[in-house]
Nanobody
Framework: QVQLVESGGGLVQAGGSLRLSCAASGRTFSIERVGWFRQAPGKEREFVATITKSGGIAYYADSVKGRFTISRDNAKNTVYLQINSLKPEDTAVYYC?????????????????WGQGTQVTVSS
């Protein structure tokens, strides 16, 4: 089994920055890709960014390009999401998710493993 634990969320003012972390443990060798998703109250879970374990190939939702950066440290089994120029509409619970498949995956149902989420709240 794989366990994912997010951290780094919090309350920040608009324009601020946060770095979210996603630490994996267990059968981490089974993960080929990690994605970040977010879910705001009353809305569906939406894709934010994803990165491959091998090669570090990243892909972003159009809504976050230029402000969010996903990266990984394979030695630490950790994936990061750097969020800059935060906006109130970025307020959501942010989840990381792991997939055993390498090809690009953008849907929540494509990911087999999920963390518990970390809350990001941006005040205006």
């Amino acid at each position: 089994q794989v366990q994912l634990v997010e951290s780094g969320g919090g309350l920040v003012q608009a324009g601020g920055s946060l770095r979210l972390s996603c630490a994996a443990s267990g059968r981490t060798f089974s993960i080929e890709r990690v994605g970040w998703f977010r879910q705001a109250p009353g809305k569906e879970r939406e894709f934010v960014a994803t990165i491959t374990k091998s090669g570090g190939i990243a892909y972003y939702a159009d809504s976050v390009k230029g402000r969010f950066t996903i990266s990984r440290d394979n030695a630490k089994n950790t994936v990061y999401l750097q969020i800059n120029s935060l906006k109130p509409e970025d307020t959501a619970v942010y989840y990381c998710a792991g997939s055993p498949s390498w090809p690009l995956q953008l849907r929540p149902q494509d990911y087999a493993y999920w963390g518990q989420g970390t809350q990001v709240t941006v005040s205006s």
